[in-house]
């Protein structure tokens, strides 16, 4: 991309790094601290360890030099009403970000399937629902309906109210406004969401909000 882009105006031999990674290894290697002799090291058994100042007991705060500094953060108001849960959305191994390389996730156990919501076994058990159901997730934030149709229930180890889900799948039900105080990024682990089991009519009310949102049809 950076060769198509920038053509004869870079003085980078985009080529080089193309054809080899050990190339950009060997780069790598000159310019951020704690990989010196990449292309050695990262062969060695077991790999390596990069740079970690607090696990060597160094801290570089600029008002307290040579101590840790910790920050004093309001507790959230995290009451939900009993039909609500939060929701955290999270990458599988087979990921990159927002790219998808397989379905498996073995990080926790699932596989061949990402339209899934991990939830509490007494949370599963209360709502009425089973492993393995078939569930609709929504939004409502701003006054908004958002939904993310047809999720498969798994039971996992996570605290009560609290769920799971994959991303970019769920990213639907992330308000525009849902932002961390101060980075002003997407706060898509903190998203509260209701579950009901699944209604294919709601494919047409998914359908109905793009047409309100955009003005174009889907189908």
């Not at 959230?76 to 397989?102: C, I, K, W």
């Not at 393995?132 to 798994?154: H, M, Q, S, T, W």
């Amino acid at each position: 991309m950076a060769k198509a882009v920038l053509g004869e105006r870079s003085v980078i031999d985009w080529d080089r790094f193309i054809n080899s990674y050990d190339a950009i290894r060997d780069d790598i290697s000159q310019c951020i601290p704690g990989f010196e002799h990449y292309n050695e090291r990262v062969v060695q058994k077991g790999g390596f360890y990069l740079p970690n100042d607090p696990r060597e007991g160094k801290f570089t705060s600029e008002h307290f030099p040579g101590k840790a500094a910790f920050s004093i953060t309001p507790v959230p108001d995290n009451s939900l009403a009993d039909d609500e849960y939060l929701m955290a959305t999270t990458r599988t191994h087979d990921q990159f970000n927002t790219v998808v390389y397989g379905l498996d996730d073995r990080y926790r156990g699932i596989f061949n399937e990402r339209r899934i919501v991990m939830m509490n076994e007494q949370d599963i058990e209360k709502a009425g629902l089973k492993e393995g159901d078939k569930v609709d997730l929504f939004n409502y934030d701003d006054g908004i309906e958002r939904i993310a149709p047809l999720f498969i229930v798994v039971k996992y180890q996570i605290p009560q109210k609290s769920t799971m889900t994959y991303f970019p799948e769920t990213n639907v039900l992330v308000s525009i406004n849902n932002v961390v105080d101060g980075a002003n990024m997407p706060a898509s682990k903190y998203v509260r969401i209701k579950i009901r089991k699944h209604n294919p009519e709601n494919y047409q009310k998914v359908d109905d909000h793009i047409v309100a949102a955009t003005g174009t049809n889907p189908g």
